[in-house]
């Protein structure tokens, strides 16, 4: 009888352990509603020319074409100091990371979502990439955004109570010491410099999507910066305008 009994208790506990587990599945499979949106164009770029008769065995990175991105800044009025920093943090990135095909336009719309490439609040950015002046977002505290408290002293956002995004690519500090990249080779990764901010940008989108080129790696690149169907396609739409503005790339 005890050993009916000791059946009957495992049976019953293995039953609320699978139910517990399919009530968990289906809670996260309601959890993620993204509607998977296909990728936008990939936006073209002339890129510097290397030195004639150079060869290498290793991949080096290039920068726009200075007259290009006078052309393209005037087309699309991005900053041209923000789209330099946009087209070679992509370069970079699929550079390291071929299988990737992220775009300028995607990281480029990006920025202007986030801080219409840190010039949100009255402010720009310097010759080095700098923002004039600090872009910090409110304080994230429950109250109408998710809460997450101060992973940081306050040493980036100044909030020792809360964290805040910052920067032109609005990181939150604890993103940003995971993801944080030297753009410019100064030896220090800054979320207030666009250079760092958007290689960082870009790496983060790329180990969170996987193949960009496809819906389901573009989709959940976006997502995992931003989870909103509405900003998702806010920033398809915006890096679709780029590619439309300066011309798109067709083959990989």
């Known amino acids: ?38 990728p936008p164009p990939r936006a073209g770029a002339e890129l510097e020319m290397l030195s004639s008769g150079m060869t290498t065995a290793v991949n080096v990175t290039r920068n726009p074409d200075a007259g290009w991105v006078v052309r393209a800044a005037g087309q699309t009025g991005i900053p041209e100091r923000a789209l330099r920093a946009y087209v070679a943090a992509a370069e970079t990135v699929d550079a390291a990371a071929p299988m990737c095909g992220i775009g300028w336009n ?13 010039t949100y609040g ?21 109250a109408g955004f998710a809460a997450i408290a101060d992973t ?19 990181f939150i500090p604890s993103t940003w010491q995971l993801v944080g990249r030297d753009g410019n080779g100064d030896g220090t990764a800054d979320p207030f410099n666009i250079d760092d901010a958007a290689l960082s940008a870009a790496t983060y989108l790329c180990a969170r ?23 998702i396609q806010q920033v398809r739409d915006q890096a679709t305008e780029y590619a439309a503005m300066t011309g798109e790339i067709t083959v990989r």
Do not use: K
């Not at 039953?15 to 009530?23: E, G, N, Q």
């Not at 009255?122 to 429950?142: F, Y």
């Not at 819906?215 to 931003?226: L, S």
């Open 106 to 118: 995607t990281v480029a719309a990006l920025g202007f979502v986030e801080t219409a490439h840190g």
């Open 152 to 170: 940081d002293a306050g040493a980036l956002d100044g909030d020792a109570s809360w964290d805040r995004a910052v920067g032109p690519m609005q």
């Open 1 to 38: 009888m005890l050993g009916l009994r000791r059946l009957v208790v495992l049976v019953l506990f293995a039953v609320c352990v699978t139910s517990a587990a399919l009530f968990w599945l289906l809670g996260q499979r309601g959890a993620d509603t993204r509607h998977v949106m296909s």
């Open 209 to 231: 999507g996987g193949d960009l080129t496809t819906a389901e790696g573009w989709t959940a690149a976006i997502y995992a910066y931003n989870q909103s169907d509405a900003y």
């Open 122 to 142: 009255g402010g720009g950015l310097n010759a080095a990439g700098q923002v004039s002046r600090p872009v910090v977002g409110p304080a994230l505290d429950g």
